[in-house]
């Protein structure tokens, strides 16, 4: 059975840093992409950056330049590195992980979440 466990997130002053960790545990094979998102109090979950298992990111513009997601292959872990960080920044931080299968189907695997809060 396959779990993500999430690690990383705090409360940090506005303009600080946090690295997000995502590791995989379980047997998985083949994962398609993998990325990080978040949810703000009353708000819908949204994709903040993904990565490829060719390495193609994408990033939601308002982290652009502040974000970095990368991942080590060897260790099955997914990194979020979040620099200058704002107050609406401050949200629930969820992995995703995506197995793709012979036939192109996915399947997709979420973790917990971590707590994200950026004061001003």
């Known amino acids: 059975q396959v779990h993500l466990v999430e690690s990383g997130g705090g409360l940090v002053q506005f303009g600080g840093s946090l690295r997000l960790s995502c590791a995989i545990s379980?047997?998985?094979?083949?994962?398609?992409?993998m990325g990080w998102y978040r949810q703000a109090p009353g708000k819908q979950r949204e994709l903040v950056a993904a990565v490829t298992s060719g390495g193609n990111t994408n990033y939601v513009d308002s982290v652009k330049g502040r974000f970095t997601i990368s991942r080590d292959n060897a260790k099955n872990t997914v990194y979020l590195q979040m620099n200058s960080l704002k107050p609406e920044d401050t949200a629930v931080y969820y992995c995703?992980?995506?197995?793709?299968?012979?036939?192109?189907?996915?399947?997709?695997?979420w973790g917990q979440g971590t707590q994200v809060t950026v004061s001003s």
């Open positions: 995703k992980v995506q197995q793709i299968y012979s036939d192109a189907t996915l399947t997709t695997y």
């Open positions: 379980g047997s998985i094979f083949n994962i398609y992409a």
